[in-house]
């Protein structure tokens, strides 16, 4: 017997709220080259109408433009710059899922280096906007003001060159960040397992009524598809979870979401067995390590001889599609994870 239904003993205690994390919302990060010609053309398009305006002597007059040419530089720059690091989240405050997955998807300690990087540069490019801001200020000399705002160029160019690799680091990143899944770690969640092509998808379908991509041929589902009813949260989580060593990308997703967002796994077994039932109890028997609740749900039964259906089922308490609604539906009504407000703003 693999089974032990203790569901309500794990939900005394509702977990803190989580956010909704969204990482469609990164802003695409450029090269050193886009942001310092959106700057530069930002000036030299400023100045053009400035240049009518300001009547004043021609020293006065040089002054003023460069003056204001720097400094429409320098804030195009720092407001490139600040936008970057604004837009990437927080990743020590994230929640464990996501930090996680920031973790074993990304080069963690890059990603910090990067961002720092980011910042460092912001902080050089203000700080030669003052220098160069009193240079051109105070000088007497014709002569120096254009030789200031060349060296004001010349400097914010190159500390801006200095972090190309720290950009391009985190360009890679947010395009991994974006395709996460956008769970909602405060919702009840249940997430379908099982081997590949055992009917994980077409279950979350009779569930929910959404509708993915579904297929004969196994590694069909290439993303954890997520569907809602009834305030529970169902993760369709594909991947052959035995080959723990040897895991990519969407099957460390599913790995995390059964480590820290699963509340109840459904586990799929299908004894048309594209993959031999021995396998698809062992890794059953795996799953255990994970402490959850489980449910396990015989798909594929119109397909099935009714004696070995009934047989396999009562052996392994497993259920069928009637069966598996109403226990699960019944969990929203027992669990209450969240208070109503956190449902609203996950
Ligand atoms: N006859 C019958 N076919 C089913 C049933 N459930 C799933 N299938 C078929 O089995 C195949 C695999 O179904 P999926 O739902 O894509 O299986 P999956 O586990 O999500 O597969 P992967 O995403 O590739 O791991 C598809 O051809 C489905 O139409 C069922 O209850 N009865
Ligand atoms: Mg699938």
Same mark, same amino acid.
């Given at each position: 017997?693999?089974? *032990?239904? &203790?569901?309500?003993?794990?939900? $005394? +205690?509702?977990?803190?709220?989580? =956010?909704?994390?969204?990482?469609? /919302?990164?802003?695409?990060?450029?090269?050193?080259?886009?942001?310092?010609?959106?700057?530069?053309?930002?000036?030299?398009?400023?100045?053009?109408?400035?240049?009518?305006?300001?009547?004043?002597?021609?020293?006065?007059?040089?002054?003023?433009?460069?003056?204001?040419?720097?400094?429409?530089?320098?804030?195009?720059?720092?407001?490139?710059?600040?936008?970057?690091?604004?837009?990437?989240?927080?990743?020590?405050?994230?929640?464990?899922?996501?930090?996680?997955?920031?973790?074993?998807?990304?080069?963690?300690?890059?990603?910090?280096?990067?961002?720092?990087?980011?910042?460092?540069?912001?902080?050089?490019?203000?700080?030669?906007?003052?220098?160069?801001?009193?240079?051109? *200020?105070? &000088?007497?000399?014709?002569?120096? $003001? +254009?030789?200031?705002?060349?060296? =004001?160029?010349?400097?914010?160019? /190159?500390?801006?060159?200095?972090?190309?690799?720290?950009?391009?680091?985190?360009?890679?990143?947010?395009?991994?960040?974006?395709?996460?899944?956008?769970?909602?770690?405060?919702?009840?969640?249940?997430?379908?397992?099982?081997?590949?092509?055992?009917?994980?998808?077409?279950?979350?379908?009779?569930?929910?009524?959404?509708?993915?991509?579904?297929?004969?041929?196994?590694?069909?589902?290439?993303?954890?598809?997520?569907?809602?009813?009834?305030?529970?949260?169902?993760?369709?989580?594909?991947?052959?979870?035995?080959?723990?060593?040897?895991?990519?990308?969407?099957?460390?997703?599913?790995?995390?979401?059964?480590?820290?967002?699963?509340?109840?796994?459904?586990?799929?077994?299908?004894? &048309?067995?594209?993959?031999?039932?021995?396998?698809?109890?062992?890794?059953?028997?795996?799953?255990?390590?994970?402490?959850?609740?489980?449910?396990?749900?015989?798909?594929?039964?119109?397909?099935?001889?009714?004696?070995?259906?009934?047989?396999?089922?009562?052996?392994?308490?497993?259920?069928?599609?009637?069966?598996?609604?109403?226990?699960?539906?019944?969990?929203?009504?027992?669990?209450?994870?969240?208070?109503?407000?956190?449902?609203?703003?996950?």
């Amino acid at each position: 017997m693999y089974l *032990k239904f &203790t569901v309500l003993d794990n939900f $005394i +205690n509702p977990q803190p709220l989580t =956010f909704l994390m969204n990482f469609q /919302s990164l802003v695409k990060v450029e090269t050193p080259r886009f942001y310092l010609d959106v700057a530069f053309r930002r000036a030299n398009n400023k100045l053009k109408l400035a240049r009518q305006k300001i009547i004043k002597n021609r020293f006065e007059k040089s002054k003023q433009l460069e003056l204001l040419r720097i400094e429409i530089i320098n804030d195009s720059l720092i407001n490139s710059l600040k936008n970057i690091l604004v837009s990437f989240p927080s990743i020590d405050s994230m929640p464990k899922f996501y930090n996680e997955l920031v973790k074993v998807t990304l080069d963690y300690p890059n990603l910090k280096k990067s961002l720092g990087a980011v910042n460092w540069c912001s902080n050089k490019i203000a700080n030669f906007f003052i220098i160069y801001k009193n240079k051109i *200020k105070n &000088t007497k000399d014709a002569g120096k $003001i +254009n030789q200031y705002r060349r060296e =004001f160029n010349g400097r914010v160019s /190159s500390v801006l060159k200095q972090i190309t690799e720290n950009l391009r680091y985190l360009e890679e990143s947010r395009r991994i960040m974006k395709e996460y899944p956008i769970i909602k770690t405060s919702l009840f969640t249940a997430v379908i397992t099982g081997f590949p092509n055992v009917g994980k998808t077409t279950l979350m379908y009779k569930l929910s009524g959404s509708k993915p991509e579904i297929n004969s041929y196994p590694f069909t589902t290439r993303n954890l598809n997520l569907a809602f009813v009834n305030n529970i949260q169902l993760i369709d989580a594909p991947g052959a979870l035995d080959r723990f060593g040897k895991m990519n990308n969407i099957e460390k997703q599913a790995y995390l979401a059964l480590k820290y967002c699963c509340d109840l796994i459904i586990y799929v077994i299908d004894l &048309t067995e594209p993959y031999p039932l021995d396998k698809q109890l062992n890794l059953l028997n795996n799953l255990k390590e994970y402490n959850k609740d489980m449910l396990i749900y015989l798909s594929k039964q119109d397909l099935i001889d009714k004696n070995k259906f009934d047989e396999f089922s009562k052996r392994y308490n497993a259920l069928n599609i009637k069966e598996l609604s109403e226990e699960l539906f019944s969990y929203s009504n027992r669990i209450k994870k969240h208070s109503d407000k956190d449902i609203s703003s996950s």
